[in-house]
């Protein structure tokens, strides 16, 4: 009894010894950069028993005072800490250090954020992928990870009605935290977990008024992209009535686990590190990940390095390619060892139509759904934000621009940027105004995105939006009428590429294409949290169990749920496997036969846009052969990558180094695409490929199209390939040759299938003359 007062005594002592030398330190504190530090496993003295101690004493050697933040067991053999600069340089001189990878911030790939944001995948789209997958108990052994904002437990699409027993490898945990405990999982979310503290370290204790230290999702992406790659089936579900039926994740029987990683400030690397590893150990087969950064060395990005460990324990990585399009290369997450996504629209659209006192009317988008009949009734005048803001260059009705004395009682034609388009309806609404148009501009074109608005807002096209201002400029007593049309189904075409999906070329490697396949990411409705309306602004009061969003954010989970069904399907697929299976059997034109649309150029997409094409999850169920690869393919991408021993090291964790003797070559990394960069024009190129057979026995013939010019002689050899036996590889390779008249700058596309009359294996090719 005395023995404790007198540890609870000394314990109080030392904090508030603590707590004084904390305050004295603040000033240095605020140099510190978090860095996530991998040391070299075989080096470790023979001294430290322990690799922890090991760790601790080189750390302890340049600072007194830094502490782990986390140590990590497989994504990175080593800890992450906070240092000095010259703490940071100190250390990286000592023995053992591979590498200190200084902290990086992530983004969640939606477009909800000010620049992008897009439309949808129709529940009848969802409907037809459901209808005929096979239904088996074996997708119930498949566990998704997602790296999210976390989850909201009570949700209906996490009903474990008639699961059975959670998979015993399984070592998952359901952590504890502020409104979280263990009994908010159950047998469909089998695990959640939290990190936290690499955040803390750089944006300060969370606010747990706002935001809970547990596993639980406030913010409501988590909620979206985990119930869209596995939310169980929920009836009667919609949006305050739209996009009404059947919401379903696109794996009901597999079970989730969810890593929070990102807060309302952003997600850090050293968090994300954790969670991977964690992941890995918890023992996922999926790893779902709709978030992102700017692009850099594999080795420097602790996601890509997060993936290589992750798939070198068998897991596939499922990840979103960015919201940064249209432009091209402006596109993240493009490691070779990880199945990039990008998005299209499904068949589903919320149109709103504006009238004009011209008597022209013109067709947007949205999901505001209060229909006023004023609204609907009653031209009301309109103004261009360009003449009633405080600042003549300013027509993106950005917070607190717009003077209320000209905005009173109007409709306000506001340009697309800037500010998000939630926050310029607030603005309108601020200033006195009753409606909203938000126009595009040349970035976005002719994209429409549908938002929950909280004023009578809409949102148009390019075209539209230059003719409505024109109409204002060209008179003094501009009016329209705004009405909204609900949901309308079989929109067409569909899908057509989202502006503001991500492109290739691929910066970092130009021989790999990317992003590898798109799925639905426009308007997809799924599951939200409870504790923050669809726009996720302070102002907005209401709540719905389901929000419609758009982003490559929300096509990344469709291919994870996909991508689990097919490891049910076929448990010994590797995670390469899976993907050729996915992007092989992709489509890339419509029922008619006409190319699938880009929407930013309004002309048929390339494989720069789309990768494969479109995911069709019943032909990937079946796909005849596949390219595979493992971890030592992605070693040897790495050695053609002319990446050092050291730098090799961080992403492998064992002492690989490339043979000297040998060539090593990107062309020859068995990847189910080709990107084929010319560096002048009439040079050729040879890539070879290996094919497995995983079902179809016979022989398979190559044959070539070509998506517009013929630039480029393309010869394969062997034409034909004859399997005989289930797993049997067979070997091809493939020469280009440029014609040497092609300008500089050129890209062109063609597609490569091979098929035995029914399966057909096609890879896309993209050609550029850089
Ligand atoms: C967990 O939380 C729920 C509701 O928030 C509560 O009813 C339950 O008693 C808690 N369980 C444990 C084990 O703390
Ligand atoms: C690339 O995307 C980032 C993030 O969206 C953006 O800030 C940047 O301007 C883009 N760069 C180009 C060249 O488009
Ligand atoms: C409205 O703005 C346009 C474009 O900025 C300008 O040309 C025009 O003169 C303005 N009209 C009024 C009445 O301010
Ligand atoms: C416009 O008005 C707001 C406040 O009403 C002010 O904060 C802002 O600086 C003004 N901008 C200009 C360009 O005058
Ligand atoms: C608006 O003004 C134009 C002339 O500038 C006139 O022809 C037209 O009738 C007016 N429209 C309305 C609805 O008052
Ligand atoms: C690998 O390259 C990095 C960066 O240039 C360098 O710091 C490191 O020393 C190199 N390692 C080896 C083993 O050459
Ligand atoms: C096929 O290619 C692989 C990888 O390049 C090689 O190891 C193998 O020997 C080749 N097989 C044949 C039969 O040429
Ligand atoms: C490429 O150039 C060589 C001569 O340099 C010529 O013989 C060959 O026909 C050219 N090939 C093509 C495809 O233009």
């Given at each position: 009894m005395k023995m404790q007062k007198f540890k609870f005594l000394h314990t109080l002592l030392l904090l508030i010894f603590y707590a004084k030398h904390t305050i004295a330190e603040n000033n240095i504190e605020q140099s510190k950069k978090t860095y996530i530090v991998h040391m070299?496993?075989?080096?470790?003295?023979?001294?430290?028993?322990?690799h922890h101690n090991w760790f601790e004493s080189s750390l302890q050697s340049v600072s007194e005072s830094a502490e782990m933040l986390y140590t990590y067991k497989h994504v990175v053999h080593g800890f992450s800490t906070r240092l000095t600069n010259q703490e940071a340089e100190a250390l990286s001189k000592q023995?053992?250090?591979l590498s200190l990878i200084p902290e990086r911030k992530y983004e969640l790939h939606?477009?909800?954020?000010?620049y992008f944001l897009g439309l949808d995948l129709t529940l009848a789209s969802l409907d037809r992928f459901s209808t005929h997958l096979p239904a088996s108990?074996?997708?119930?052994?498949v566990i998704i990870g997602v790296l999210d904002s976390?989850?909201?437990?009570?949700?209906?699409?996490l009903d474990d009605t008639g699961f059975g027993p959670i998979p015993s490898r399984w070592k998952g945990e359901c952590e504890s935290g502020k409104n979280f405990?263990?009994?908010?999982?159950?047998r469909k979310l089998i695990g959640a977990r939290f990190f936290h503290k690499g955040h803390e370290q750089v944006?300060?204790?969370?606010?747990e008024e706002k935001?809970?230290?547990?596993?639980?999702?406030?913010?409501?992406h988590g909620t979206h992209t985990l119930t869209t790659a596995a939310g169980s089936i929920v009836s009667g579900a919609s949006f305050f009535g739209l996009a009404p039926g059947t919401a379903r994740g696109m794996s009901t029987q597999a079970r989730v686990a969810s890593y929070k990683v990102c807060w309302k400030r952003g997600c850090y690397s050293s968090d994300i590190a954790a969670a991977i590893d964690k992941a890995i150990e918890d023992g996922v087969d999926i790893l779902s990940m709709s978030l992102g950064s700017k692009l850099d060395e594999y080795y420097q990005d602790l996601i890509a390095i997060g993936a290589f460990r992750a798939t070198s324990h068998g897991i596939l990585v499922s990840i979103s390619a960015g919201n940064?399009?249209?432009?091209?290369?402006?596109?993240?997450?493009?490691?070779?060892?990880m199945t990039t996504v990008g998005a299209g629209t499904i068949d589903r659209d919320f149109p709103a139509y504006v009238s004009l006192g011209n008597g022209m009317t013109y067709t947007g988008s949205s999901?505001?759904?209060?229909?006023?009949s004023k609204l609907l009734d009653t031209p009301l005048p309109l103004v261009y934000a360009g003449n009633v803001s405080?600042?003549?260059?300013?027509?993106?009705?950005?917070?607190?621009?717009?003077i209320p004395s000209r905005v009173s009682g109007k409709i306000v034609l506001c340009k697309r940027g800037g500010s998000g388009r939630f926050k310029k309806g607030l603005e309108v609404k601020r200033a006195g105004g009753i409606g909203m148009l938000v126009g595009n501009g040349e970035e976005h074109g002719e994209e429409l995105v549908a938002d929950a608005h909280l004023v009578p807002a809409a949102l148009l096209g390019k075209k539209a939006s230059d003719a409505i201002r024109d109409y204002i400029l060209s008179c003094s007593n501009a009016t329209a009428t705004l009405s909204f049309g609900g949901t309308q189904l079989?929109?067409?075409?569909?899908p057509v590429v989202a502006a503001f999906s991500s492109r290739g070329p691929?910066?970092?490697?130009?021989?790999i294409l990317k992003p590898d396949l798109i799925g639905p990411g426009v308007n997809i409705l799924a599951g939200w949290t409870g504790a923050s309306g669809p726009t996720g602004l302070e102002e907005d009061s209401r709540r719905t169990t389901f929000n419609i969003m758009s982003g490559t954010s929300m096509s990344c989970p469709h291919i994870s749920g996909l991508a689990a069904i097919l490891k049910a399907a076929h448990?010994?697929?590797?995670p390469a496997a899976i993907r050729s299976a996915l992007m092989t059997t992709?489509?890339?034109?419509y029922t008619n036969g006409y190319p699938i649309m880009d929407i930013a150029t309004q002309q048929p997409a390339t494989p720069f846009d789309f990768g494969a094409g479109h995911v069709d999850p019943l032909l990937a169920l079946d796909p005849g052969l596949i390219y595979d690869a493992d971890i030592h393919d992605y070693l040897n991408f790495l050695c053609a990558s002319n990446y050092n021993s050291s730098q090799i090291k961080v992403l492998a964790r064992t002492d690989f180094t490339c043979v000297p003797s040998m060539t090593y070559r990107v062309?020859?990394?068995?990847?189910p695409s080709f990107a084929v960069p010319f560096e002048t024009p009439n040079n050729s190129v040879q890539y070879s490929r290996t094919l497995t057979n995983v079902g179809a026995l016979g022989t398979y013939k190559a044959s070539v199209s070509f998506q517009?010019?013929?630039?480029v002689e393309i010869v394969v050899e062997p034409e034909t390939l004859t399997f005989t036996e289930l797993f049997e590889k067979k070997n091809y390779t493939v020469t280009f040759t440029s014609s040497n008249s092609v300008a500089l700058g050129t890209n062109s596309f063609a597609y490569l299938k091979w098929s035995d009359g029914q399966h057909k294996v096609v890879s896309p090719i993209a050609f550029s003359w850089i």
């Open positions: 070299e496993k075989s080096t470790m003295p023979a001294s430290f028993n322990d023995p053992g250090i939606t477009t909800r954020t000010p108990v074996a997708e119930s052994e976390g989850i909201w437990p009570e949700h209906e699409s405990n263990s009994s908010h999982c159950n944006s300060g204790p969370i606010n935001e809970s230290k547990s596993p639980r999702d406030e913010e409501g940064s399009g249209p432009f091209p290369g402006n596109i993240s997450n493009v490691a070779a060892w999901l505001y759904m209060e229909v006023s405080n600042s003549t260059l300013e027509n993106r009705c950005e917070t607190n621009t717009l079989q929109v067409q075409p569909s691929n910066p970092l490697s130009p021989k448990p010994e697929w590797s992709s489509y890339t034109t062309e020859d990394l068995n990847y517009s010019d013929t630039l």
